[in-house]
């Protein structure tokens, strides 16, 4: 049996007109580690300032990608120029990895290069190495990166007229990173993924309740896999249901969904869609309402003045949380009750009566069993008969809640695996 050689090439994503002097400098870095770089070519305006190789990708092709000529993309608005080349490029490289040559990706830029980077680099799948230079890495990176594995690193120095004294051990730095991620790369252990998996959503403010779930799963010879719900968390966690790769559901910190409802929320989703892959794909899901009592903004300084007044939890000096109110629940609960209406498979609404988080929960900064119940009145007023719904008298974090959702998931799992058969996870 002939071995398949193992992937060598190396995409670098740069706008060559800007960057090229950088790109190239990449190139033979990678080169020295006997990778077959190519350079992708996503400029739109300038002539490229290094030339292109026999393996380089034109930026005429790039376009292609996208489906447009490269005439029409210039004259499209530049943000819309931007989103397209990112397209076309994630499209190359999506090519590549299909026919199995693909290895690794370095994009480097400043805020237009991050972004058609980045927008190429999320349509690439999990655990391909990713490394993502940027002049703007210390700013708001949600939009570059999504609920991808992208490394991000700062260039320190702008990346302009070719490496030097500072930028050039950065870039320098950037290829060491990523030829370590392609030498190290964690092919999964078989008897590992032989169990069925099992996700849950995360917080903090949930920590009692998501590891004694953990725990207890894990001891039952469920391989449980925590994502944390800060935006880009949950909505890798539908990405990866919708792929496949769960058997359930535990979804007790469904936080995001307070966000995607209000729009206001740091913690919102990366993509809306929040408690909808496991019911279109008719798994098991256990929900409770989890950090659904607070909104999370940045700083005090940044809570627009509509939140101020309102109790308040100082969670860090970068993280502050304002109590959310009946009106804002009521509406929030509307939207859950139907999300599990949709779902095919069983599924189950557990409601801890005495509060949804540790600042949420009776006796925290943040209890409020007025502004709670409107939540629940509108998740019963709209659950169908056929949706589960079992109410706690217990803290979201003590044992006994933790427990009953155990034993609803593990009743789920039980009888979806019966009538359903073993589900067969990705190799």
């Known amino acids: 049996m002939v071995r398949k050689p193992a992937a060598r090439v190396v995409a670098i994503l740069a706008t060559l007109d800007t960057k090229g002097e950088e790109a190239l400098f990449l190139k033979r870095r990678l080169a020295i580690r006997r990778y077959d770089a190519r350079l992708v070519d996503v400029g739109i305006l300038g002539d490229p300032s290094v030339p292109l190789g026999p393996g380089d990708v034109r930026r005429e092709w790039v376009s292609a990608g996208a489906g447009l000529g490269l005439d029409t993309v210039r004259t499209m608005r530049r943000d819309e120029a931007i989103s397209t080349m990112g397209r076309g490029a994630g499209a190359v490289l999506k090519a590549w990895f299909r026919d199995g040559l693909l290895a690794g990706v370095l994009g480097i830029g ?15 799948p999990l655990g391909l190495p990713k490394v993502l230079l940027s002049t703007v890495a210390s700013g708001n990176i949600r939009p570059f990166i999504g609920s991808s594995d992208i490394l991000v690193m700062s260039s320190v120095g702008d990346l302009l007229g070719g490496p030097n004294r500072v930028t050039r051990p950065v870039l320098a730095r950037a290829v060491a990173v990523l030829v370590g991620m392609m030498e190290g790369r964690f092919d999964r252990h078989p008897g590992r993924d032989a169990r069925p998996a099992v996700a849950i959503s995360a917080l903090g403010n ?6 004694r779930v953990m725990g207890q ?3 039952a010879e469920y391989e449980v896999v925590p994502f944390h719900a800060s935006g880009a968390g949950g909505t890798a966690m539908e990405e990866l249901v919708e ?3 769960f058997s359930a559901v535990v979804d007790l910190t469904t936080h ?16 809306p869609g929040r408690l909808t892959a496991a019911g279109r794909l008719g798994i098991p899901q256990v929900v409770a309402p989890g950090g659904l009592d607070y909104f999370v903004f940045g700083p005090p300084e940044t809570v627009p003045d509509r939140f101020r007044g309102r109790a308040t939890h100082y969670h860090n000096p970068y993280n502050t949380n304002i109590r959310a109110t009946a009106e804002e629940l009521q509406r ?11 779902a095919r ?11 949804w988080s540790y600042i949420g929960a009776e006796g925290g900064p943040l209890w409020d069993p007025t502004a709670n119940d409107a939540l629940r009145s509108a998740v019963r007023e709209v659950l169908h008969a056929d949706v589960c719904y079992l109410e ?36």
Do not use: C
């Open 110 to 124: 400043g805020h237009q290069g991050t972004a058609i980077a980045g927008t190429a680099l999320q349509a690439l």
């Open 206 to 211: 949930t920590h009692g309740a998501v590891t």
């Open 217 to 219: 799963l894990q001891a």
């Open 243 to 245: 792929e496949g790769l």
């Open 256 to 271: 995001e969904l307070l966000g995607e409802v209000w729009g206001y929320d740091i913690y919102r989703p990366v993509r």
């Open 332 to 342: 929030v609960g509307y939207t859950l009750g139907e999300r599990l209406n949709e």
């Open 345 to 355: 498979g069983p599924r189950a609404f557990v409601y801890p009566l005495r509060g």
């Open 392 to 427: 706690i008298d217990a803290r979201i974090n003590d044992p006994s809640f933790a427990d009953e959702v155990v034993k609803v998931a593990k009743m789920f799992l039980a009888r979806y695996r019966e009538n359903r058969g073993p589900l067969e996870l990705p190799g």
